[in-house]
């Protein structure tokens, strides 16, 4: 069973920033695709980015040049850094672990961009 726990979330100023974190289970990353969703009221969950076993990165376009996605593996613990935040990232962001088999979720953390 793999577990993903996310934290980091809360209020930030358009235009600042914020680092999510997400604690998963040891010896996960060899195998599946770690991942931050984000979900809104008004959309369905969309991918933000992605990185793979070995370490590919990929970004939705609404977020490349300001989000990087990164992982420690030695702590076990995946990482989002958001900077240049907009009124339109709010919305509760997920960890995600995709095995082929099937996928894992975090509970969410809620990110809020207002002044």
């Known amino acids: 069973q793999v577990q993903l726990v996310e934290s980091g979330g809360g209020l930030v100023q358009p235009g600042g920033s914020l680092r999510l974190s997400c604690a998963t289970s040891?010896?996960?990353?060899?195998?599946?695709?770690m991942g931050w969703y984000r979900q809104t009221p008004e959309k369905q969950r969309e991918l933000v980015a992605s990185i793979s076993p070995g370490g590919t990165t990929t970004y939705a376009n609404f977020v490349k040049g300001r989000f990087d996605i990164s992982r420690d593996v030695a702590k076990n613990m995946v990482f989002l850094q958001m900077n240049s935040v907009k009124p339109e990232d709010t919305a509760v962001y997920y960890c995600?672990?995709?095995?082929?088999?099937?996928?894992?979720w975090g509970q969410g953390t809620q990110v809020t961009v207002s002044s």
């Open positions: 040891p010896g996960i990353f060899s195998f599946y695709v």
């Open positions: 995600n672990a995709d095995g082929q088999a099937r996928a894992y």
